[in-house]
């Protein structure tokens, strides 16, 4: 249903729900202030890029999402790939990127595909998850330690040799508000988890360093003053070439915003009960990431780490949301000034335990100990977010996933002769079943062939290969479908192919207990003509009858 949620939560809207939402909004436009102005940093955008994200995205997702709960804004997923669009197309090129993943987004929402993201294999999510905390941790280093050096550069062990070629440039000063910084945000949670952490640690290592002037860089004295004000829409200037050469990176925008918005949705549907729309969300998303980089914002999405803080603090219908946009507004307009002041080597600090907390660590090592190739798909999507980059991670991840699952698909499905009395094990399972094999005699010149499970293209040469392998032609073939669930082109092809080569060698073909829905897709094909309507029979009864009329006529003849 292209529905948003929030239309539904005003029809019985109270003065109680909104005390919650606005209490809870407020807390999340806290929290998610330090974030936005350290996932815009990291991704190599001004600071104020993440506050306008925040508060334009963030509006557009609370007011049209399929999530009661979602909270919207920049993430540190995108942290890997703003930071390369950014390195390769510049700024104007991520805006075009961000502009039309949105549209890619709306399009996935209107065409119903909100669900289908859900088929995008476990091990490919965290696998690239936790590649990404590794290089959002990676590229926090310089400030963490406050180097001496450069810009950072993108190539992930490139990086690592410049950190440890600089390492004698380190400030003990900024080493120490990066370790206080963590060491604030891990006390605060073990006294409360609805304190903000984060935002305490800004305030207290912004206080030190001002009032006693310790020497680290801060917001200011690398990008200046923040704007207090949100800057006026401005359409990117798009042209063929950029819209070409973007166009992968948009489909990476929008598949990673899909993924990650609907992952949090599911997170807070589990929280609170409730139930999203995902196409719904989709389309709000789109939307977003469409007007976001008009006004100069980047990537956005669904947060998980801030909608389960919205939850937790009380939030219970999209009301939270805008009160939390409405939060980050009026401190961008009263204390963005402010803001210049705050420490990079604090940010690090609060990007290091973001990183730590989105590598699903745990889910790691599960996978790990999984059926070994889900630990294949996982690894080989792990090491490839990290030595190049997420879009090729995520396609090569998906790609592997699926050839994986294909070779696992075909050893669930076999194709067995049988020969004279025959008991297979679903008979020893089932001895009441009326189609079952047992005492049942298979006369002389019929084979009989049993295929298991989906017939597709996974096992098609396998079964060319078996009616192939004949040393003595029989009259009659009978091939067993009733365990086939699906069949697809390929399949096809090759059962046609067999019916004709049996038919050059005068075998006739029965085909026993195939389900109704499959015997259409065979007449659509133009195998019931070639078969014969009366050699298409219900039961293995009925097929070994026919057989055996068959068998006795050639041999009167």
């Not at 801030?306 to 009301?319: K, M």
């Not at 030595?387 to 067995?416: K, M, P, Q, W, Y």
Request: proline fraction near 4%; charge should be neutral; aromatic fraction near 8%.
């Amino acid at each position: 249903m292209l529905k948003p949620k929030l239309f539904d939560t005003l029809k019985d809207y109270s003065w109680t729900l909104f005390k919650g939402d606005f209490i809870a909004g407020v807390i999340v436009g806290i929290v998610a202030l330090p974030l936005c102005i350290a996932f815009a940093i990291a991704s190599g955008v001004s600071p104020d890029k993440g506050l306008v994200t925040a508060i334009i995205a963030g509006f557009i997702i609370s007011v049209l999402g399929g999530s009661r709960v979602q909270i919207g804004g920049p993430t540190g997923a995108f942290v890997v790939i703003v930071y390369n669009i950014v390195q390769e197309y510049g700024t104007e090129g991520l805006l075009i990127a961000t502009f039309l993943g949105g549209i890619i987004l709306c399009i996935l929402g209107f065409a119903r595909l909100g669900s289908a993201i859900k088929f995008i294999p476990y091990p490919v999510v965290i696998g690239f998850t936790s590649g990404i905390a590794v290089i959002i941790f990676s590229s926090q280093i310089k400030d963490f330690l406050g180097l001496n050096m450069g810009e950072v550069p993108a190539e992930f062990f490139e990086k690592w040799r410049l950190f440890f070629l600089n390492f004698p440039t380190m400030n003990p000063f900024a080493l120490g508000i990066a370790l206080s910084t963590i060491f604030i945000i891990l006390f605060t949670k073990r006294i409360s988890r609805k304190l903000p952490g984060s935002f305490i640690a800004i305030v207290f290592t912004t206080l030190v360093v001002y009032w006693f002037d310790i020497p680290v860089e801060t917001i200011g004295t690398r990008f200046g003053a923040i704007p207090d004000k949100i800057p006026l829409p401005k359409l990117p200037s798009l042209d063929i070439y950029s819209l070409h050469s973007l166009l992968r990176a948009a489909f990476t925008i929008a598949l990673l915003a899909g993924i990650e918005s609907l992952l949090s949705a599911v997170v807070a549907d589990g929280m609170i009960g409730g139930k999203h729309r995902s196409n719904m969300e989709l389309v709000a998303q789109g939307v977003a990431n469409i007007v976001s980089p008009l006004f100069g914002g980047i990537p956005a999405t669904g947060a998980i780490a801030r909608t389960a803080t919205n939850v937790h603090s009380g939030g219970r219908t999209p009301v939270a949301g805008i009160v939390h946009v409405v939060t980050l507004l009026l401190i961008m307009i009263l204390f963005g000034k402010w803001a210049s002041l705050i420490p990079l080597s604090c940010l690090a600090g609060i990007l290091v335990i973001v990183a730590y907390r989105m590598g699903e660590w745990h889910s790691f090592g599960m996978i790990l100990k999984a059926p070994r190739n889900d630990a294949i798909v996982l690894i080989m999507t792990f090491v490839l977010t990290i030595v190049f980059d997420l879009t090729v991670a995520i396609e090569i991840g998906i790609v592997l996933a699926a050839l994986l699952f294909i070779h696992r698909l075909s050893l669930c499905t076999s194709i067995n002769e049988i020969k004279g009395v025959y008991l297979d094990e679903e008979d020893r399972d089932e001895p009441d079943d009326p189609d079952a094999l047992n005492k049942k005699v298979i006369p002389i010149g019929v084979e009989v062939y049993e295929i298991n499970g989906p017939f597709f293209f996974g096992v098609a040469s396998t079964f060319m290969e078996t009616m192939s392998n004949v040393e003595n032609n029989p009259k009659v073939r009978i091939l067993r479908m009733r365990h086939v669930s699906s069949i697809d082109a390929t399949a096809l092809h090759v059962l046609r192919q067999v019916v004709l080569q049996s038919k050059k060698s005068n075998i006739v073909i029965i085909l026993s207990g195939i389900k109704q829905y499959l015997v259409d897709k065979l007449e659509k094909s133009g195998i019931v003509e070639l078969v014969g309507k009366d050699n298409i029979l219900q039961n293995i009864d009925k097929a070994l009858l026919h057989s055996s009329n068959i068998v006795m006529q050639s041999g009167d003849e």
